[in-house]
């Protein structure tokens, strides 16, 4: 079955620094990769999502880049701001499958 | 639109208590699934479920039942809950298992 690594497990950085949270996979029938953020106290929430078709996609400060041969993505948060505080989650799925597998979580501190 | 509903909040169990998670939409979502949230460890799907009359378990499914009479609501249930159930509990739903949205979790403690 589906495999998700996921690196740092914790990050901090400056407030206006960009971070970087790596994820890898196992299964190269994986398709979707999506990515959630989850505060303190509070539900996971879909914040960007990337298909197996496209290399890259943008949303403001936020971007995710796909390398399928290499089986591993990446979420870059730009210009950071206090309130990206919060645990990062990557996700894989093969979607005739209908599982969605998580990676374990990366706690980002972003330090005014 | 309440979204996903859970209920309870929190809750606290003794070894060997059975219990049930109520979960419900009011999106008309087929698809629904069940997470535990351990530190360090996750989200780990328990059971899903693409459809009413249809479940399937995902990675760590032992100890736990699900039934799906109805597009709604996909109850959780713990047979005889052991102190490695202490867990935060989610339920999510979509159309598919793509752009999942979650309740708002339960918190369960096994003594």
């Known amino acids: 079955g589906e495999n998700v690594e996921q690196h740092p497990s914790t990050l901090s950085v400056q407030e206006g620094d960009s971070a970087v949270i790596k994820c890898t996979y196992s299964?190269?029938?994986?398709?979707?990769f999506p990515w959630y953020k989850q505060e303190l106290g509070k539900r996971p929430q879909l914040i960007i999502d990337?298909?197996?078709?496209?290399g890259e996609k943008k949303d403001q400060r936020i971007a995710v880049t796909l390398n399928k041969t290499a089986k591993h993505f990446s979420l870059h948060i730009t210009e950071t701001q206090p309130e990206d505080s919060a645990v990062y989650f990557c996700?894989?799925?093969?979607?005739?499958?209908?599982?969605?597998?998580f990676g374990p979580g990366t706690s980002l501190s972003v330090i005014p | 639109n309440a979204g996903v509903t859970q209920t309870p909040k929190f809750q606290v169990l003794k070894t060997g208590q059975s219990m049930t998670l109520q979960c419900a939409q009011d999106m008309n979502h087929e698809y629904m699934s069940w997470y535990r949230q351990d530190p360090g460890m996750g989200l780990r799907l328990i059971h899903y479920s693409v459809g009413a009359g249809i479940t399937d378990q995902g990675e760590v499914p032992n100890g736990y039942n699900v039934s799906r009479s109805t597009t709604e609501d996909f109850p959780l249930r713990l047979l005889s809950a052991a102190p490695s159930q202490t867990s935060v509990y989610f339920c999510a739903s979509s159309n598919s298992p793509l752009e999942q949205y979650f309740g708002p979790g339960t918190r369960l403690t096994v003594t």
């Open positions: 990337i298909r197996s078709n496209v």
């Open positions: 996700a894989a799925i093969e979607t005739s499958y209908d599982k969605v597998i």
């Open positions: 299964d190269s029938a994986s398709n979707y």
